[in-house]
């Protein structure tokens, strides 16, 4: 979609609040401090066995819980995909890095 620069401005615009308004994401269960408490709290009436961790924690177990291997091809269904890389983080950078900056 084309837009005149002063209609996307006044578009843009209706988005953003007023000096000394906040905007308010949650409520309810998930609004304010008492957050975690009603999450704890919910998670015991549904019958969680440990309400303070989630039931698959990991996405390979998710995955085989509902019988699907995450190594297939997406394209044929026939082959498995295998790693031919990892990528790593690192909060920070190497010792190389640091000492050569």
Same mark, same amino acid.
């Given at each position: 979609?084309?837009?005149?620069?002063?209609?996307?401005?006044?578009?843009?615009?209706?988005?953003?609040?007023?000096?000394?308004?906040?905007?308010?994401?949650?409520?309810?269960? +998930?609004?304010?401090?008492?957050?975690?408490?009603? &999450?704890?709290?919910?998670?015991? =009436? %549904?019958?969680?066995? @440990? /309400?303070?961790?989630?039931?698959?924690?990991?996405?390979?177990?998710?995955?085989?819980?509902?019988?699907?291997?995450?190594? +297939?091809?997406?394209?044929?269904?026939?082959?498995? &995909?295998?790693?031919?890389?990892? =990528? %790593?983080?690192?909060? @920070? /950078?190497?010792?190389?890095?640091?000492?050569?900056?």
């Amino acid at each position: 979609m084309r837009l005149p620069g002063t209609e996307f401005i006044r578009r843009f615009l209706q988005h953003v609040l007023p000096s000394g308004f906040h905007q308010i994401r949650y409520y309810c269960l +998930l609004g304010g401090s008492r957050r975690n408490a009603n &999450l704890t709290k919910c998670r015991a =009436l %549904l019958g969680l066995s @440990d /309400p303070e961790t989630p039931d698959i924690a990991d996405l390979d177990d998710c995955l085989a819980q509902q019988g699907i291997d995450p190594g +297939l091809c997406p394209v044929c269904s026939q082959g498995h &995909l295998r790693n031919v890389y990892e =990528l %790593l983080y690192f909060h @920070d /950078p190497p010792a190389t890095y640091a000492a050569a900056a």
